[in-house]
């Protein structure tokens, strides 16, 4: 029976350490569960206004797409009665980007509408009127945009005065 004792021991004084051991490693690692992770870039707040023929355009879509050296993510924001806004949670990455303004037609649905796709690969095809916008300000953009760091905090001012003849 004492060998019984003795490899009983041995098992509890090897598990004991080990345990220690992985108790401090899960500790040090979940130290920082929890925290969000820090982005590389500093997000700008924005707030704008879109116009078309001098009238406020309304639903539309405007992204900021970085360019060069610029780093962070594709950013895009609903324009509504002519206007948009991003915080400094959600805005764009401060540098270049590319601006591209798509409008929401009545009858359009948005990308992410798996129903309203359906709905349409059922219906019969048709011809689509062209776009109010030329193809200058969305698909083959020539907007750009320079966005500085936030120095007061207040949103960047920016303004697209667009033309249904282009530029």
Do not use: W
Not at 17 to 46: D, K, M, Y
Not at 48 to 61: K, M, Y
Not at 134 to 156: C, I, W
Request: proline content about 10%; overall charge neutral; some cysteine.
């Amino acid at each position: 029976m004492r060998t019984g004792n003795f490899a009983a021991k041995s098992a509890v004084s090897f598990i004991a350490p080990a345990s220690g051991s992985l108790l401090a490693a899960l500790v040090l690692t979940c130290s920082g569960c929890g925290a969000e992770p820090r982005e590389a870039f500093t997000r700008v707040p924005i707030a704008g206004t879109v116009t078309l023929d001098q009238a406020p355009l309304d639903e539309a879509i405007i992204r900021f797409i970085p360019t060069g050296q610029t780093p962070g993510p594709k950013t895009m924001f609903p324009v509504d009665a002519g206007t948009f806004t991003a915080t400094s949670e959600n805005g764009p990455a401060v540098g270049r980007h590319r601006v591209e303004i798509e409008l929401i037609s009545e009858g359009e649905f948005a990308h992410d509408d798996e129903q309203a796709l359906m709905r349409l690969r059922q219906t019969p095809r048709r011809n689509l009127s062209s776009p109010r916008l030329p193809a200058e300000y969305h698909t083959k953009s020539v907007l750009t945009a320079e966005l500085s760091p936030p120095a007061d905090g207040r949103p960047q001012p920016l303004e697209f005065s667009l033309s249904s003849r282009g530029r």
